[in-house]
């Protein structure tokens, strides 16, 4: 999944670089124009600002190649179901017991999709990633007593074994009503970094 951490990490150490260099070159630019002489040399500032940049591309092609259900090439496909009607009521609640809308917020025509990544023993095999959400202020502790709640709720072992290969990644589509969608992921490796 996207770790968002990670990814903001990556993001800072590249705003910082890139803030570092355009700083070097703007010095050397007025240097250019004065005559005074030059107390600090600009070139280590600028090596280390690429430097910088370079780490930061590399750590987040690293994520993102770690992460294969975040990959782009993973969508969600409403045309393919994955679960029977009763093991989508059976899903919802078991998740019921472990997830309520929290006291004081409202979803009203919001709705937000969570993608989870399931073992075959139906154990999370990392956090819940958020795909898309509603703008709202109640918004992201809506979104994150859901991803805890889907973390209490596991393992999810009334899940067919059978049909593991089209449930081991899932979209969970959550609407004020909690739990409305559960919608089939499919892989396009075309897309994926070998």
Not at 57 to 73: D, E, H, Q, T
Request: proline residues 6%; aromatic residues 10%.
């Amino acid at each position: 999944m996207f770790e968002n951490s990670d990814y903001s990490i990556a993001a800072a150490a590249l705003t910082f670089g890139l803030i570092l260099i355009g700083l070097t070159r703007w010095i050397e630019h007025r240097r250019g124009k004065s005559p005074m002489p030059h107390l600090v040399p600009t070139t280590p500032f600028m090596l280390v600002g690429i430097l910088v940049v370079l780490f930061s591309v590399a750590f987040s092609l690293n994520v993102w190649r770690s992460n294969p259900a975040a990959n782009f090439g993973v969508r969600a496909s409403k045309s393919k179901a994955i679960l029977s009607s009763d093991e989508i009521v059976k899903f919802k609640a078991h998740l019921s017991k472990c997830w309520v809308l929290p006291v004081g917020t409202s979803m009203e025509g919001g709705n937000f999709l969570i993608r989870i990544s399931l073992d075959p023993d139906g154990w999370l095999r990392g956090k819940p990633e958020l795909i898309r959400a509603s703008a709202s202020l109640s918004g992201p502790v809506v979104v994150e007593t859901a991803i805890l709640g889907l973390q209490r709720c596991q393992p999810y072992n009334f899940l067919p074994a059978k049909k593991y290969e089209e449930w081991k990644v899932t979209d969970l589509v959550f609407s004020s009503q909690g739990l409305s969608e559960i919608l089939a992921v499919s892989a396009h490796n075309q897309f994926r970094p070998q």
